[in-house]
């Protein structure tokens, strides 16, 4: 008896509490609905708090109420994980309130919700970008930011998704089979990413996809192609010659040297 006493005053208090708001929200007293907001945004209802401030900012835009309403719209956005609208308050208040001492902290969000928005390494990269273009603009707005490091950081791990995703692209061309743009990729990779933890690999991939390329060619651009991969065998050789893939590539260059040699001789 005593629990379904319980359940039956809680669920009076929850009828009463959605009147009151409703009633409030229906309501011309601003200074009410502000206040209700509030007490609904400390209590991390977040959704319910929405629409009263946006009805506060909508009635009161310049005033410190507004501004107010406007930061914790975003706020309350970016809680309930939902970057999209919580990135377009963050980006419109420095706009909307060029004088407020809380535009670096919202700047910083608005690139936070980028960040969010960034999808796994084997989806587009689009947002990644964006992201990386936003923290960087709020680094050159903000330089004496306690939040420099941080940002940095994040955009450290942004610049790998994106490494990560150019590496595989590099992979998939060399697991297809496709010679030609797996090392070409491989070099476009090896330029753009010069300490990638990937280099090694990125190599190998190179210098035997040349090889495979080589190899299978037709005649006229077979010598070109063989002192092509030659190159890159020894700017591979030399940069790391521990590799554990030297026997392998050894091989390569020794095929090579024997047509290289075959062709010069025939061409005399």
């Known amino acids: 008896m005593k629990q379904a006493f319980f359940f039956i005053l809680l669920a009076v208090g929850l009828l009463q509490g959605c009147s009151n708001y409703n009633s409030v929200v229906r309501s011309d007293d601003f200074d009410r609905k502000f206040e209700l907001a509030n007490e609904l945004y400390d209590r991390k209802q977040y959704a319910r708090c929405i629409s009263l401030y946006e009805q506060v900012y909508q009635r009161m835009p310049k005033t410190g109420q507004g501004e ?6 975003g706020k309350s956005y970016f809680a309930l994980e939902d970057y999209l609208m919580g ?45 990386l273009n936003d923290l960087q603009m709020f680094i050159n707005r903000y330089p004496g930011s306690v939040l420099i490091d941080t940002c940095n950081i994040i955009m450290d791990q942004l610049r790998f998704k994106l490494e990560k995703k150019e590496f595989e692209s590099v992979k998939l061309y060399a697991k297809m089979d496709n010679f030609k743009s797996a090392a070409t990729t491989a070099e476009t990779f090896l330029t753009k990413f010069p300490k990638s933890i990937f280099r090694e690999e990125a190599y190998f991939i190179l210098v035997k996809n040349s090889y495979l390329l080589t190899v299978n060619s037709i005649e006229t651009k077979k010598l070109e192609r063989i002192e092509k991969s030659i190159e890159r065998y020894l700017t591979f050789v030399t940069e790391f010659p521990n590799t554990s893939y030297r026997k392998e590539i050894d091989s390569y260059h020794e095929k090579l040297n024997e047509d290289l040699f075959l062709i010069t001789n025939t061409q005399k």
């Open 68 to 73: 107010i309403s406007y930061y914790r719209i």
């Open 87 to 131: 990135g377009y308050y963050f980006s419109s208040m420095p706009e909307k309130f060029p004088m407020s001492n809380k535009n670096e902290e919202t700047m910083f969000l608005g690139a936070l919700c980028a960040v969010k928005n960034s999808p796994d390494y084997t989806l587009d990269q689009n947002d990644t970008e964006l992201a």
